[in-house]
Nanobody, 115 residues
């Protein structure tokens, strides 16, 4: 069973940047579709970005398009989410999983955008 561990969150000012990482206890090299999700307080979890076909195809929520980039390392053991031009409405707990989610959710990593 794959276990997912997210890291890289923190407190950042509006307009700032963060890079989130998602590491798997088992290899995710054979998983062709990985995604990042987020859940803000009082809201449902939403899909932020996903990558398919081993990374050849990526899609983004309209709210983050042009600001966030999903990628994976060459060994395909870690998935990243590069976030730029962060806004207060990006504040949430960010988690990774497949799309649709197949594995147990990790603890996620908190991203807080505030001045």
């Amino acid at each position: 069973q794959v276990q997912l561990v997210e890291s890289g969150g923190g407190l950042v000012q509006p307009g700032g940047s963060l890079r989130l990482s998602c590491a798997a206890s088992g290899s995710i090299a054979s998983i062709n579709n990985m995604a990042w999700y987020r859940q803000a307080p009082g809201k449902q979890r939403e899909l932020v970005a996903d990558m398919r076909s081993g990374g050849d195809t990526t899609t983004y929520a309209d709210s983050v398009k042009g600001r966030f980039t999903i990628s994976r390392d060459h060994a395909k053991t870690t998935v990243y989410l590069e976030m730029k031009s962060l806004k207060p409405e990006d504040t949430a707990v960010y988690s990774c999983n497949t799309r649709p989610p197949l594995y147990k959710w990790g603890r996620g990593t908190q991203v807080t955008v505030s001045s």
